[in-house]
């Protein structure tokens, strides 16, 4: 087994344009300012002012769940959305379950995607003073693994599930705060251990340091090539991330344990999120507007070039493959101006 220390860098601030705005005002919901959907999102508003498209105003630190029904309800724009939660949606399952089957695909048939990104990589992490030995110590413990009723809640169970066998409430206890409270929650010492959704360097590991150093576990090779794995990212807006474990951006002050030189675990993609109800003219807008701005978004964090913005591979985005969402039209026309392809699974 082969040990990695690391400290992690810090997250570069992200700042909405100060200059004059277009006439149009949107809304936007999206998740903690310092996530990968928080950054998106803020640099999504910084560019459309940059480009006279839009106003947007953010609302952060929302519960994309909920921000994903709102879009479709017509109540907010646009939203930042884990491409789990369209799937449910449309199933009313899950955190959709009170909204019933029709109503939910009926919901669901409102989103179309301007974008696409990976927004995390599920993964165990704990102090060191925690005395956690990995995947396999699991059992007994009380886990922080997300927000109430959010995909990132869904997916760590799920893969708690797969690397234990233990499930919630009988094999360990878990509890979930909302996105604002999360970095509180990691040090106040009411977890024993965190499997939640990471970036590479990671914002709230890095504001937790504080309080002392941390290790992160890969899933192991043998669970990571096994059925119950492959099975868990066949869900839609999941799939396997196998990364050197060079480019995590990490040094001294973190641990990163793996058989190799690679972390491995299942990755969460999703995408910005407008209800089918945008004009054609202002989801191109928007779109051309990301893609000419895609160095902006790259540089506002240090895990912002990592996170496949700009990518347009379905293997990538996972545009195809039972997602019972795609592109908005205005959207594919704009990435195909710009020379994108766009599969025609994904129009």
Known sequence: MIIHKSLVAGIASVALATGAFAQTNLTAETAAPNTAPGVSVLSLAEVAANANVANIQVATGQTLTNSVQ?????KSDIAAAPFILPFLLSRGVGPYAGLGKEKGAELASNLAVLYTYRISVQGLFAYDS???SGWDGLEGKTIFNGPPRGAALTNARLLTRVNTGLEEGKGYEGIQVNWGQAVKTIQDGSADAFVLPMA???GRITAALSSGNMTIWSVSKEVFEGEQFANLVKLPGSIPVEMPISD???SDGVTVVSEDEFLRGPGTVGGEVVNTGMSFDMAKALTAAFIEGLDLYRGK???MPNVWHGETDPKLTDMCDGLPIKY???AVAAWEEA????PDCAK
């Not at 709102?70 to 017509?74: I, L, R, T």
Request: proline content about 12%.
């Open 248 to 250: 995590m951006g990490y």
């Open 70 to 74: 709102n879009v479709a309800e017509g």
């Open 301 to 303: 964090a240090p895990f």
């Open 200 to 202: 590479f360097p990671d």
């Open 328 to 330: 908005h039209p205005g």
């Open 130 to 132: 925690s005395n956690i």
């Open 339 to 342: 020379g994108y392809t766009i």
